[in-house]
């Protein structure tokens, strides 16, 4: 695996791959990998000649400052992974790489629209803005012909195909499912800031999630809205939000589509952990 940290660099090399008619594919992370970023490895080798990934933890997307301090960093874990996995590039830039006018600098607005007013838009204001500032700088050095990008993060993965349309940016992003601990619990790089006993707790989300999806078709919205924030509660969790919302432009739901898939949604707060899940109907 080939190690760059300056995009000047990155792109030299990669314009000889793709001179050779080579197909790039990318995954973006933010480190403190798990199998879940892997699977987006995995996923690139099968359609692409060479795949790429890049570790930055973005510090515009953070509205908290003690968040992103504490956002964990495992880079030789990290790398060790990647070099296991088959991955071909590694870009692991520094800030002043990305963000030479400096984190606080002038940038180009995005205009998401809706997608960034709701759920994690909603508590989260101008998260939204830092991924589209930093993945459109991630995909202006890779030029990647496919993105890979995971399922946890549903809304992001909406903005990020917003983000597309609005660039122009000819990549085509594959969204790929959610991998679960052998309990449920999605995996993320938060779950290593929880204490074991509160790793026990976590799996309360995806069980939640369960009962939401299982009872979509049977019960009303509210009702089953109600029934899973108290299930949260009574774990110990604050929750955030609860939603169901359609699956192609995440508009709100109060009830079943006739047709179409839907996803669940939940944000909750266990101590000080912020965790986020989904589940799509199929």
């Given amino acids: 695996m080939y190690l760059f940290k300056r995009v000047a660099d990155l792109r030299e090399a990669l314009r000889q791959e793709k001179k050779a008619g080579k197909r790039i594919g990318f995954a973006p992370t933010m480190g403190a990998l798990h199998q879940g970023h892997i699977s987006l490895v995995n996923a690139a080798k099968t359609q692409c000649d060479i795949v790429i990934s890049s570790i930055f933890v973005n510090p515009t997307q953070f509205n908290d400052p003690k968040d992103f301090e504490k956002y964990p960093v495992t880079i030789k874990e990290d790398i060790l992974a990647l070099t296991a996995a088959g991955t071909d590039i590694l870009f692991l830039p520094s800030v002043e790489?990305?963000?030479?006018?400096?984190?606080?600098?002038?940038?180009?607005?995005?205009?998401?629209?809706?997608?960034?007013?709701?759920?994690?838009?909603?508590?989260?204001?101008?998260?939204?803005?830092?991924?589209?500032?930093?993945?459109?700088?991630?995909?202006?050095a890779v030029e990647p012909d496919d993105l890979f990008m995971g399922q946890k993060d549903f809304q992001q993965c909406m903005i990020i195909k917003r983000l597309l349309e609005i660039t122009g940016i000819p990549a085509k992003?594959?969204?790929?499912?959610?991998?679960?601990?052998?309990?449920?619990?999605?995996?993320?790089?938060?779950?290593?800031?929880?204490?074991?006993?509160?790793?026990?707790?976590?799996?309360?989300?995806?069980?939640?999630?369960?009962?939401?999806?299982?009872?979509?078709?049977?019960?009303?919205?509210?009702?089953i809205k109600k029934n899973a924030w108290k299930q949260l509660q009574d774990a110990g969790f604050q929750p955030d939000y609860v939603e169901i919302a359609d699956a192609e432009n995440l508009q709100l739901l109060?009830?079943?589509?006739?047709?179409?898939?839907?996803?669940?949604?939940?944000?909750?707060?266990?101590?000080?952990?912020?965790?986020?899940?989904?589940?799509?109907?199929?």
């Fill in 254 to 282: 109060q009830s079943p589509l006739p047709s179409g898939r839907m996803v669940m949604l939940i944000a909750a707060k266990l101590g000080e952990v912020r965790l986020i899940d989904n589940m799509i109907t199929e």
């Fill in 97 to 140: 790489e990305m963000y030479p006018g400096g984190v606080n600098g002038e940038h180009r607005h995005y205009g998401f629209g809706y997608l960034e007013t709701v759920l994690e838009g909603a508590y989260r204001p101008n998260h939204f803005q830092g991924v589209g500032i930093i993945v459109h700088k991630l995909l202006e």
């Fill in 173 to 223: 992003l594959h969204i790929i499912p959610t991998l679960r601990e052998t309990d449920g619990l999605a995996m993320s790089s938060r779950n290593m800031r929880l204490s074991p006993s509160e790793r026990q707790t976590a799996v309360q989300v995806s069980r939640t999630l369960l009962y939401m999806k299982e009872n979509i078709k049977q019960l009303p919205f509210d009702t």
